[in-house]
């Protein structure tokens, strides 16, 4: 019998990657949940929708009542770090309480599974740039901050005996599916692939590295940028081991290296062809030098390996969806 799995953000840039990949499975029954706030209609390639938002409690509860939800699958937040910190009670209010509302109401209506949308900003600025899952917790920013929390309740949660879930801690994400039909459509991007794209089209002017004295090759901030594909398949395997293994568990979800700002730009500028302005200003505060996951682990726990490290294509596959929009 097919599982229901109930996507919150699911009409969202990696929602409606994972979204795809579950329908193209064809073991699941999708209903996905969003308010349409960043995300699209026309991104949700399977299932159902179910347009609400998730402060929505009453609709919420009515979901779960009239149908048995096997998994949750929790994209639904707002992203962006500088605005986290500029207005740190919306991050709060949508990141953290209404995560625990939505966990409050599936608690009760026994749904066990549970995947978390979390992020390499719970390790804030650690000291060597390459984290384990060990690695301490600090986030400096209440975008981090916000997602931590979840995490924390997940774990109390699960310790409880009310729900097995798995928390992963993405990295860079970036590029766009490889078939052409998805990719990002944020208004106003502040990710450096989806930056340098705009510029190379016209749409920005320049494009802002922002610091070239950190402790680095060549002085910029180095990331580890990963696949949307990728990441999207470490989902669909995440799941699995919910339902076989019955066990909570928390992974990092990136290559592993990384490169450089000024790295990036390059690659972007010979995949677009276009020499766009590039401007030098003074570091951000908060942007650790180097973070890059240890994928040890999910490699060996879920067997999740890459299909796309290589962040050429991985431009490419962004440039080509970038000039449809
Ligand atoms: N993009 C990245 O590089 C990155 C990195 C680390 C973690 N993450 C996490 O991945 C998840 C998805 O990010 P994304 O890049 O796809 O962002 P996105 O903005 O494209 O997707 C978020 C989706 O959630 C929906 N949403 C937001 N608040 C909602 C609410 N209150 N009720 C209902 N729907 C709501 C939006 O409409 C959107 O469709 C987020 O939880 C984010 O924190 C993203």
Not at 5 to 28: D, E, F, M
């Amino acid at each position: 019998m097919k599982k229901t799995i109930l996507v919150t953000g699911g009409a969202g840039y990696i929602g409606s990657h994972v979204v795809k990949l579950l329908g193209q499975s064809n073991h699941y029954n999708i209903i996905v949940y969003d308010n349409l706030s960043t995300g699209n209609r026309e991104s949700i390639l399977s299932g159902e929708l179910i347009e609400g938002d998730l402060a929505d409690t009453h609709l919420l509860q009515k979901i779960f009542t009239s149908r048995k939800i096997d998994a949750v699958m929790h994209f639904a937040a707002f992203i962006e770090v500088g605005e986290s910190v500029k207005n740190p009670i919306k991050y709060y209010n949508n990141n953290t309480c209404n995560a625990l509302n939505l966990l409050k109401i599936l608690t009760t209506h026994n749904t066990r599974n549970f995947i978390f949308s979390s992020t390499a900003a719970v390790y804030g600025a650690p000291e060597n740039g390459i984290v384990t899952e060990q690695t301490p917790l600090s986030p400096i920013n209440p975008y981090g901050q916000s997602k931590l929390f979840v995490e924390k309740i997940l774990q109390d949660i699960s310790a409880a005996g009310g729900i097995n879930y798995i928390a992963l801690r993405y990295f860079n994400v970036a590029g766009a599916d490889i078939d052409g039909q998805l990719g990002q459509k944020y208004k106003n991007p502040t990710h450096l692939i989806t930056r340098c794209l705009k510029c190379a089209k016209g749409e920005f002017d320049k494009l802002e590295i922002f610091g070239t004295d950190y402790n680095t090759p060549d002085g910029t901030c180095i990331r580890d940028y990963i696949h949307v594909n990728d990441l999207a398949k470490a989902h669909i395997i995440a799941l699995d081991y919910l339902f076989e293994k019955k066990m909570s568990n928390i992974f990092n979800l990136g290559y592993g290296h990384g490169f450089s700002v000024k790295e990036v730009v390059d690659i972007a500028k010979k995949v677009t062809q276009k020499d766009f302005k590039v401007v030098e200003t003074a570091r951000r505060e908060g942007d650790p030098p180097i973070l890059l996951s240890d994928n040890s682990k999910i490699k060996k726990d879920l067997g999740w390996l890459p299909d796309y490290d290589d962040l050429e294509f991985i431009i490419k596959t962004a440039w080509e969806w970038e000039k449809k929009l």
